[in-house]
């Protein structure tokens, strides 16, 4: 029945088809930062194609890569890890494939709007009242989905993972709610407050939390060593609770917002550190004497390499949210190397690492080429890195210019071989990506794949 193919039951379905997803979209995502990149290089690169205009690709790429790429993925691989952890089926594989379908459907609106101008135009919050409110929908249908799968869990205890998950799916549709000026709106430099109040939450609520929880379930199964410690992990989940939901106003102080909210933004920042440092000294030390694996294991590989990204990413963010150091840096190409690294550089190498871990275990087939992941691996590391340092210098020159009151016609086009490095980065990344799809689709669609399926199969029943 057409109900049946569309909306599955078949266990792993759901979870399977959100990762196709997440990949379909990181394709087109990364695609257009991609493009936008190459405009900055060669601005003439593309003719009376308003929908390919700097702005519009840039609201395809951020929402692509945020809500496509990244948050499909994240429900795709907690709806594996969850039932993992729980010892217990997903609650409901029709629920999870319906959100699936209709989370594309918000991505398939995304690509037709924000091109054409039809846009809220607030930052990370560009999609019109109806995509809003589906979108919030969707995200009460996967808590609804994963909180039932826990309540009717097989195991007493609940693993680290799980706190940060369900933590998430509590936070997020509330940020996303009072961040979306489809449900609220307020006048003035309070609309810039909660703006930045969900610019901000939507890393710290969402992508910081699931992420870490996603470290904490790969890193004890691909070393074999067991957790470090258990009251560090909780110290680190109600560190972030805590510190986390005040810090967005440090993004607006050079605003004449009241001081008080700059200052309890600048301080939780700084406190910041206390999660931070707890989260990766559980990580490291259950590492110990494991560390070689990583020359060997590559889900193990991405796994680690996000770590550090994290480590540099919060020991960078709440230095520079001081107001000494932001008055500096802030509206340079630093910022935007930063932003880079925190989504491109932590929370997607561990999300590509839950894949390759995940995803021979949902599907019963293993990935087609090993040459092509430690391609994709290196593509992206080094990619990253070149992006990583060219918009840092961008941003110091960027910063040294306006220090020293030089005319920004003249620094401006210093910046010129940094957008060419950047530009560069992009296609390292963008290839990787592609790297990584083509590796998926021949592990489970190819005829290779499914003649190996078949054998097994035979195998398993002989």
Not at 144 to 171: E, I, P, Q
Request: glycine residues 8%; contains cysteine; proline residues 4%.
């Amino acid at each position: 029945m057409l109900v049946d193919r569309l909306l599955s039951d078949r266990e792993g379905s759901a979870a399977r088809n959100f990762i196709m997803s997440a990949m379909f979209w990181s394709i087109i995502g990364m695609g257009a930062g991609l493009l936008a990149a190459l405009e900055f290089s060669f601005p003439d690169l593309v003719h009376n194609v308003p929908q390919l205009s700097m702005p519009h690709l840039r609201m395809i790429h951020v929402n692509g890569v945020a809500l496509g790429w990244l948050s499909m993925g994240y429900v795709g691989v907690m709806f594996y890890m969850i039932p993992s952890l729980t010892k217990s089926k997903l609650w409901s594989e029709r629920l999870g494939n319906f959100t699936c379908w209709a989370w594309n459907a918000v991505m398939v609106g995304a690509l037709c709007t924000l091109p054409n101008g039809f846009t809220e135009g607030r930052e990370y919050a560009e999609l019109g009242a109806v995509l809003d409110t589906v979108v919030t929908v969707g995200l009460i249908c996967v808590a609804l989905n994963a909180y039932m799968t826990v309540v009717n869990r097989k195991v007493k205890k609940l693993y680290v993972s799980l706190w940060y998950f369900l933590g998430a799916l509590f936070w997020f549709p509330l940020v996303w709610i009072i961040g979306q000026r489809t449900f609220v709106a307020l006048p003035g430099l309070n609309d810039a407050i909660v703006g930045w109040f969900y610019g901000h939450n939507i890393l710290g609520m969402w992508f910081t939390t699931v992420g870490v929880g996603m470290m904490y379930y790969l890193l004890p199964r691909l070393t074999n060593n067991p957790l470090y410690s258990h009251g560090l992990s909780m110290l680190g989940f109600w560190g972030i609770a805590l510190f986390y939901a005040p810090t967005g106003t440090h993004h607006i102080l050079q605003s004449p917002v009241p001081e008080w909210l700059k200052a309890i933004a600048v301080i939780s920042s700084i406190f910041l550190l206390v999660p931070v440092m707890t989260v990766l000294t559980n990580f490291f030390m259950t590492m110990k004497g494991k560390w070689q694996m990583m020359v060997t294991d590559l889900p193990l590989r991405f796994t680690i390499t996000s770590s550090i990204f994290y480590f540099i990413t919060c020991t960078q963010g709440p230095f520079q949210a001081t107001r000494w150091v932001n008055w500096y840096l802030h509206f340079t190409q630093w910022v935007v190397g930063h932003a880079h690294l925190a989504l491109l550089g932590t929370f997607s190498f561990i999300t590509t690492a839950a894949i390759y871990y995940g995803l021979p275990k949902l599907t019963g087939r293993e990935f087609y080429s090993q040459g092509l992941i430690r391609a994709h691996y290196w593509l992206k590391t080094l990619g990253f890195g070149l992006m990583m340092s060219s918009l840092t210098i961008a941003g110091l020159v960027q910063s040294a210019g306006w220090h020293h009151a030089i005319p920004f016609d003249i620094w401006s086009i210093e910046l010129q071989p940094y957008w060419v490095l950047r530009s560069i980065s992009g296609i390292m990344i963008f290839l990787g990506q592609c790297l990584f799809f083509y590796n998926i689709w021949k592990s489970l669609y190819s005829k290779e794949a499914k003649a190996a399926a078949i054998v097994k199969a035979a195998e398993v029943k002989a």
